[in-house]
Nanobody
Framework: VQLQASGGGLVQPGGSLRLSCVIS????????MAWYRQAPGKQRELVTYIISDGGTYYTDSVKGRTTISRDNAKNTVYLQMNSLKPDDTAVYYC?????????????WGQGTLVTVSS
């Protein structure tokens, strides 16, 4: 399983970004796609995940501002982030897991940097 994340960049507070993660390889056992982030000097944290049945989870700090979705035809998972705050500044990683119990899974993308600053 290979994951390729993209879409990061510099955005002003209140702005929006959409991150993408393309998954390839042998994926038939992958049931969960997740986004983690790691801010400078902090531990990596779970932001959100989506299960193959459509169920989702969001950490409290992003609820109402963030939407995870997947396009199975494109083997891509998206992270739409709105009303961005400086505290959202981090490297964002996509992750693939066998199920919610398996998070974080052993498959990671390379990370994409999101910087929220004026």
């Amino acid at each position: 399983v290979q994951l390729q994340a993209s879409g990061g960049g510099l955005v002003q507070p209140g702005g929006s970004l959409r991150l993408s993660c393309v998954i390839s390889g042998i994926t038939r056992n992958i049931r969960v796609m997740a986004w983690y982030r790691q801010a400078p000097g902090k531990q990596r944290e779970l932001v959100t995940y989506i299960i193959s049945d459509g169920g989702t989870y969001y950490t409290d700090s992003v609820k109402g501002r963030t939407t995870i979705s997947r396009d199975n035809a494109k083997n891509t998972v998206y992270l739409q982030m709105n009303s961005l705050k400086p505290d959202d500044t981090a490297v964002y990683y996509c992750n693939a897991a066998l199920g919610p119990w398996d998070l974080p899974g052993r498959f990671w993308g390379q990370g994409t940097l999101v910087t929220v600053s004026s």
